[in-house]
């Protein structure tokens, strides 16, 4: 393994993620219940649940533990539970997906800027300023109102606006690796670009990619669902939190549950997240990782 | 300071440039045609090709976009076509909502977040650190639209203590009360997230500060706790909490359009959301834009502060 890769990929010392966890509990028990509702939702189709879009207005807005609904009905009669947890694939899924490409295509030009600089870096820098010059939700709902509502629209126009994060980050790390002699001498010894790139460049990536997109996640999963709410997002009778949120508050007075549930979810996969993400930040970070 | 203040004035104009090119190229660029998303899917082909002709669409990107700009510097953002009125008249209209609203909120989370963070700060480690420190992480995984709901669940429908939305009450209201009892509950859920930010940075700025060589003699010299963490620490630990009090101000400003909806307050926010849903591409086009162009003067305006503040950043 070359030196640049064993610098990146040996950051974190054997015993030092078990030394981790046992200081930092609530963050496993975090990632465990991230993993659980993970494994429901990827399980929904085996459960036997209720089907979420089947409505039953006889049985409308039924309070928690009413017999055959746990968690209640909505205002159509349909089950809050089975809801969830298909409503948690959307969400999750939503949440994920934006941020995996707002990662992937930052990543990528973040690289491209910082290596290959000159007009490249001036070109790909002065989007990411420009784009960072609207504030964050705005400028979704802007690309949503041009490409029309719907779930897909919603996560790519939160990938556009989360993109520019991951290019500024990644531009400053390879801006400091491409000067380090390991570099120079891979130059030297005639290696092509696209082999320094991934064999000394990409390994220093991996750790701040890695924490800011841990945390990322949360916060796409909140900006997915504030479209939803707002009927930009996952269109009727789809479930997903954010837009069960939106239909169940005109019936906020009546059943409080159906606002309570899906907010209650949002909020804990979000902490959850945060949870993680802080405890991997610290892990990777070597200023504030335990002795 | 001068030339300071004039090199941030012309980068401000390839800026706003750039903003008001990206709002048009979204709304023009995309997918679809954007006469197609604003008459719907039912739309005659003779309907299609009227709509076209009247905002200009037929016309080729660049000849669209100078018109619209050299309109926009005009002071005309064009006709909305869902109410029929200037776009400009009625973001005009909407602005003072959303800027009453978005400035009450900066106003709570800048105090409240910065007495929060010196009460953090002085006692490191106590039941208020901690509590700054759960609410922090709590602030930023809470939906602001479910806080917003269930705050108007408690205090409107249970409690009865203040109105859940609008700005003004539809019968006997429009005096400066009934103003604030309606504000209380959107400026507090727009500004949940940004006080523990603020928290957080002020008691991290604070604790540097406090263990500076010069806090130490200004004790040393018998000044009073108050004139130590008032007069020495908080004033040199305004710089970051100046940037993070500025950038906060845009973060209010987008997130106001959520809590808008929520409350039902009159502000662009809404507007916008109304826009899109009624397909009006006018109106999002200037209400977005005017948003946007306010965002990137905060930021002039927290750059200049920031340079007031720092001798040393007017210098570079």
Wanted: aromatic share 6%.
């Amino acid at each position: 393994m070359s030196e640049a890769a064993s610098v990146g990929r040996a950051a974190v010392p054997r015993g030092v993620w078990r030394r981790s966890a046992a200081r930092n509990r609530l963050a496993v028990a975090a990632l465990l219940a991230i993993l659980a509702v993970v494994l429901v939702a990827l399980a929904a189709p085996l459960l036997p649940l209720a089907d979420p879009d089947t409505v039953d207005t006889p049985n409308r807005l039924r309070p928690p533990l009413t017999p055959g609904h746990v968690l209640g009905t909505d205002e159509f009669g349909r089950d809050l539970l089975s809801r969830l947890i298909w409503g948690a694939r959307v969400s999750l899924l939503a949440g994920a997906g934006a941020a995996s490409a707002a990662m992937l295509v930052g990543v990528g030009l973040g690289i491209a800027a910082g290596y290959y600089g000159g007009v490249t870096e001036t070109v790909i820098m002065r989007l990411t300023d420009i784009l960072m010059a609207f504030p964050y939700i705005l400028l979704a709902i802007a690309i949503v109102a041009g490409l029309g509502p719907g779930l897909r629209n919603a996560m790519i126009a939160i990938a556009i606006v989360g993109f520019p994060f991951y290019t500024r980050l990644v531009r400053s790390v390879v801006l400091s690796v491409r000067a380090r002699e390991f570099v120079e001498a891979a130059h030297a010894l005639g290696s092509p670009d696209p082999l320094i790139l991934l064999r000394h460049v990409v390994p220093h990536l991996l750790s701040p990619v890695i924490v800011a997109f841990s945390l990322d996640v949360g916060a796409k999963i909140l900006a997915t669902s504030g479209l939803s709410f707002l009927g930009l997002g996952t269109q009727p009778p789809t479930a997903d939190w954010g837009s069960m949120l939106a239909t169940g508050r005109q019936f906020v007075i009546l059943s409080p549950h159906v606002v309570l549930l899906p907010g209650l979810a949002i909020f804990a996969i979000v902490l959850a997240l945060n949870l993680v993400g802080d405890a991997l930040r610290d892990l990777l970070d070597p200023r504030t990782r335990p002795a | 300071m001068g030339r300071y203040l004039l090199r941030r004035l012309l980068h401000l104009g390839p800026v706003l440039l750039g903003v008001s090119l990206i709002v048009f190229l979204v709304l023009h660029l995309t997918p679809g045609d954007p006469a197609e998303v604003m008459l719907g899917s039912q739309a005659t082909q003779e309907d299609l090709t009227r709509l076209r002709a009247q905002l200009g669409l037929d016309r080729p990107l660049h000849v669209q976009y100078a018109r619209w700009i050299g309109q926009v510097l005009r002071g005309d953002l064009g006709r909305s076509l869902w109410m029929k009125r200037p776009v400009l008249t009625e973001v005009m209209e909407r602005f003072k909502a959303t800027l009453l609203l978005t400035a009450s909120a900066l106003v709570l989370s800048t105090v409240g977040g910065i007495a929060l963070g010196i009460g953090a700060a002085t006692r490191a480690n106590s039941l208020l650190d901690r509590l700054s420190t759960v609410a922090s992480l709590f602030g930023a995984s809470m939906p602001v639209f479910w806080l917003g709901i269930v705050l108007m669940v408690i205090f409107s429908l249970w409690l009865g203590w203040l109105p859940a939305s609008g700005m003004f009450a539809p019968y006997g209201g429009g005096g400066a009360r009934d103003l604030l009892a309606h504000l209380v509950l959107p400026a507090v859920t727009l500004a949940a997230a940004s006080v523990t930010i603020v928290a957080r940075l002020t008691r991290s700025a604070m604790l540097d500060v406090l263990g500076q060589d010069y806090v130490r003699t200004a004790r040393a010299k018998g000044a009073t706790e108050w004139a130590v963490v008032v007069r020495h620490a908080l004033k040199n630990a305004l710089i970051p909490i100046v940037t993070v009090v500025g950038v906060q101000a845009g973060y209010l400003l987008g997130g106001a359009v959520l809590t808008e909806t929520v409350f039902a307050w009159p502000g662009v926010g809404t507007l916008v959301v109304q826009g899109i849903l009624a397909r009006d591409v006018p109106l999002v086009q200037g209400s977005v834009l005017v948003i946007a162009s306010t965002f990137v003067l905060i930021n002039l305006a927290v750059d200049v502060l920031y340079a007031c503040l720092d001798p040393r950043i007017r210098y570079e």
